[in-house]
């Protein structure tokens, strides 16, 4: 169990699993499943085409303090990059699990998606995903965790995603 300034990253491409996990984990005890897309709508650093995702993370984390000071742990399905929420740390302990696949999966994935939001740039997710595939570690107390999501079990990546989740959480 971690300490109580914990904050649960679930990052990735889009249509990797980032939405079924906070699905998954959303109502479970002592968790707050707080959406990166919803926050990013109320977040002037990201809004009107603003690319601010250092200050993202500084509104997405300010959020989750208020979340913690309820003795609960924010979990944020978002795509990002760990040193973009690291450049936002105060005194959070951030613990990333990464789903990662191959382009082709990424692609296929985002092709079938249906009654989501629409991705303007498939090939811009699969940078992402080689660019989280090349990250080996965060720096202590940080945490970096992967999942690779090609296999496209949904049930794995649910159980991958609560058991990485308490072991982080109460």
Same mark, same amino acid.
């Given at each position: 169990?971690?300490?109580?300034?914990?904050? *649960?990253?679930?990052?990735?491409? %889009?249509?990797?699993?980032?939405?079924?996990?906070?699905?998954?984990?959303?109502?479970r005890?002592?968790?707050?499943?707080i959406?990166?897309?919803?926050?990013?709508?109320?977040?002037?650093?990201?809004?009107?085409?603003?690319r601010?995702?250092?200050?993202?993370?500084?509104?997405?984390? %300010?959020?989750?303090?208020?979340?913690?000071?309820?003795? *609960?742990?924010?979990?944020?399905?978002?795509?990002?990059?760990? &040193?973009?929420? *690291?450049?936002?740390?105060?005194?959070?302990?951030?613990?990333?699990?990464a *789903?990662?696949?191959?382009? &082709?999966?990424?692609?296929?994935?985002?092709?079938?998606r249906?009654g989501?939001s629409?991705?303007?740039?498939?090939?811009?997710?699969?940078?992402?995903?080689?660019?989280?595939?090349?990250?080996?570690?965060?720096?202590?107390?940080?945490?970096?965790?992967?999942?690779?999501?090609? %296999?496209?079990?949904?049930?794995?990546?649910?159980?991958?995603?609560?058991?990485?989740?308490?072991?982080?959480?109460?």
């Amino acid at each position: 169990m971690d300490e109580p300034r914990s904050v *649960l990253v679930v990052t990735g491409a %889009a249509a990797t699993g980032k939405s079924t996990i906070g699905d998954h984990l959303r109502g479970r005890s002592g968790l707050v499943v707080i959406d990166g897309d919803v926050l990013g709508r109320g977040a002037a650093a990201t809004s009107y085409g603003r690319r601010d995702y250092v200050g993202f993370w500084r509104h997405a984390l %300010a959020v989750c303090r208020e979340v913690r000071t309820n003795g *609960l742990v924010p979990v944020v399905p978002c795509i990002c990059l760990p &040193d973009q929420v *690291l450049a936002a740390v105060e005194d959070e302990t951030v613990h990333f699990l990464a *789903l990662l696949s191959d382009p &082709d999966t990424v692609r296929r994935r985002i092709a079938a998606r249906t009654g989501l939001s629409d991705v303007p740039s498939p090939e811009s997710h699969v940078d992402l995903d080689h660019r989280l595939r090349e990250v080996v570690d965060v720096p202590a107390p940080h945490t970096w965790t992967t999942h690779d999501v090609t %296999a496209g079990d949904v049930r794995r990546t649910r159980e991958v995603g609560a058991g990485w989740a308490a072991g982080h959480a109460p």
